[in-house]
């Protein structure tokens, strides 16, 4: 990175850390990125050391001067010639001679300082080596294979066999771009409560039309295999931080709030209609620092002009990146979608100042379903059919966001 990047992003964290702590929002992630930015170096792991084994019945104990963890152990096996192997290596150094035993379960353990930072552990045998290990503490035990005389040619074939073939799943999966069941999505139906957000055409209120459609895309995303959260399931009172907070305590991937959009003046009733897509983002136009003022009424009593800006001066460049991509793939799977059967006009996607989406730590938009002051869209946004549309349109949106960042 170029050193003026470098700085103005180390500002720029240390900005989001200062007002997120202001403001009670987690500040680990963004921790997290400034030690890496500013190079602090993790406390020197102290070099660990092997200096016992002892054979047991079925099993090996290597005892070590510091605890390990399982993750410190990399294992692998292969074949060469007629034998199998199966390998651990633990970073460290052996504090004893090379060892070698042979055993009756197995032909051969093999102990040795394999280069200056590696100790290699190694069991071969005349069939592969199901071996199994466990830590506790300093203590790393490996199970031996048990000698079983019914483990004839077929038996080999047999686990060959099926460690081929989880090679081949393993290796389906990882090319399947997408595994929906390990993405966790949040989705916010705006307002709730005491809070009615817009009331529109025949007295509709906002609230009570995006729980409808959040409850669907709910629906549709589960179907998908995604991991999918509420902020709210009823019509109660939520604050736009407590929001936030969950979808970062979840550890989500994606937080989409879906709200409904009212024009300022009776005599735009008519005229303002359509799907608006944002993306957290300073405001550039006056149409987005209007809608997002809506938007943002609830809680922003409590904030300083002052703390405002600075945050909205400290966004995250590549979550606002991303968070634009998500809006354009969402934005355009709902449009698509309806215009299977509906015109609807299209307010694009742009970037807003909107706070529900600041404390979010992840990509994250804002939907604005159409305008519930518009008779049309009042009576279209009520309707079951209409709301399904969209909350078809926003899982497949979602589904392909991930298809693009991945696939890059
Ligand atoms: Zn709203």
Redesign the pocket.
């Known amino acids: 990175m170029q050193n003026r990047a470098k700085s103005s992003k180390t500002k720029a964290l240390r900005g989001l850390i200062y007002c997120s702590k202001k403001l009670g929002f987690s500040t680990k992630r963004y921790q997290k990125e400034l030690n890496l930015l500013i190079g602090k170096k993790r406390p020197k792991v102290l070099k660990n050391s092997l200096y016992k084994i002892r054979l047991g019945k079925g099993y090996i104990d290597f005892f070590f001067r510091y605890p390990l963890k399982l993750s410190d152990i990399k294992q692998w096996n292969f074949k060469n010639r007629s034998l199998y192997k199966r390998v651990y290596d633990i970073a460290g150094i052996l504090s004893m001679r090379n060892r070698r035993y042979r055993l009756k379960s197995i032909k051969g353990v093999r102990v040795a300082q394999f280069n200056s930072k590696t100790i290699r552990i190694v069991l071969e045998d005349i069939r592969p080596v199901l071996s199994k290990i466990a830590v506790e503490g300093n203590r790393l035990r490996i199970y031996l294979p048990r000698k079983s005389k019914s483990m004839k040619k077929s038996a080999v074939k047999r686990v060959q066999k099926q460690a081929t073939r989880k090679k081949i799943k393993k290796r389906l999966n990882t090319s399947l771009s997408i595994a929906p069941s390990s993405k966790v999505i949040v989705i916010d139906p705006?307002?709730g409560g005491k809070d009615t957000?817009?009331v529109g055409y025949k007295r509709k209120r906002?609230k009570d039309i995006v729980l409808a459609i959040a409850k669907r895309v709910y629906k549709e995303l589960k179907s998908k295999g995604f991991r999918v959260y509420l902020t709210r399931r009823g019509d109660y009172f939520v604050t736009l931080r407590n929001r936030t907070k969950m979808a970062n305590r979840v550890k989500a991937n994606l937080f989409i709030s879906i709200?409904?959009n009212a024009a300022p003046t009776k005599r735009k009733y008519l005229s303002m209609k359509g799907l608006e897509t944002f993306f957290l983002s300073p405001a550039r136009s006056a149409r987005a620092k209007r809608i997002a003022a809506?938007?943002n009424r609830v809680d922003m009593k409590n904030l300083s002009y002052y703390s405002k800006n600075v945050f909205l001066n400290f966004i995250n460049r590549e979550k606002t990146i991303l968070s634009n991509k998500l809006a354009i793939d969402v934005h355009r799977s709902i449009l698509a979608h309806l215009r299977q059967r509906y015109r609807v006009s299209d307010g694009g996607v742009r970037p807003g100042p909107f706070w529900v989406l600041v404390g979010a730590q992840m990509p994250s938009i804002l939907v604005e379903v159409g305008y519930i002051t518009n008779p049309t869209e009042a009576m279209r946004l009520s309707n079951p059919l209409y709301q399904k549309y969209i909350a078809k349109g926003i899982a497949q949106g979602v589904q392909n966001y991930f298809f693009h960042t991945q696939t890059r």
């Open positions: 705006g307002h957000g817009a906002e709200h409904a809506l938007e």
